[in-house]
């Protein structure tokens, strides 16, 4: 048991769509990732896709529907099965709860992050 301090993990990397993890919750990785530009819309369908933003402003599009808008502080899940791509204008800082092994991509033809653990 020890205390994580999100900010120092995130200084230690400075690429984009490219998630850490930071720690292990059940059979879930916890990890953190640096946002900027479009991530490519994807689905994943064994889970839902779990969102912090920590530091700056993301934008979820949901296909079919109206961007939502998270900051800072505010959270967002995207329900298994739908589509759905997050963006940032500028760099955003996000916390991110998958299960272990799940692509990061989802169905989307791009290749998964490695998810190294820092």
């Known amino acids: ?5 999100l ?6 990397f400075s690429s984009h769509w490219d998630p850490h993890v930071v720690a292990d ?11 900027q530009g479009e991530f490519p819309f994807h689905k994943h369908d064994a889970t839902d896709d779990f969102f912090l933003v920590l530091d700056g402003e993301m ?14 502080g505010e959270m967002f899940i995207v329900p298994q099965g739908v589509v759905h791509r997050p963006r940032a204008e500028n760099e955003c800082k996000v916390l991110l709860i998958e299960p272990k092994g799940e ?3 989802g169905d989307a033809d791009r290749v998964p992050a490695k998810k190294p653990r820092i």
Do not use: C, H, W
Request: glycine share 2%; charged share 30%; no cysteine.
């Open 7 to 12: 900010a120092e993990k995130l200084s230690r």
């Open 25 to 35: 919750y059940n059979d879930n990785d916890v990890m953190v990732v640096k946002f």
């Open 59 to 72: 934008q979820m599009d949901i296909e079919g529907e109206d961007p939502r808008t998270v900051t800072a």
């Open 1 to 5: 048991m020890n205390t994580i301090n």
């Open 103 to 105: 692509p990061n991509s």
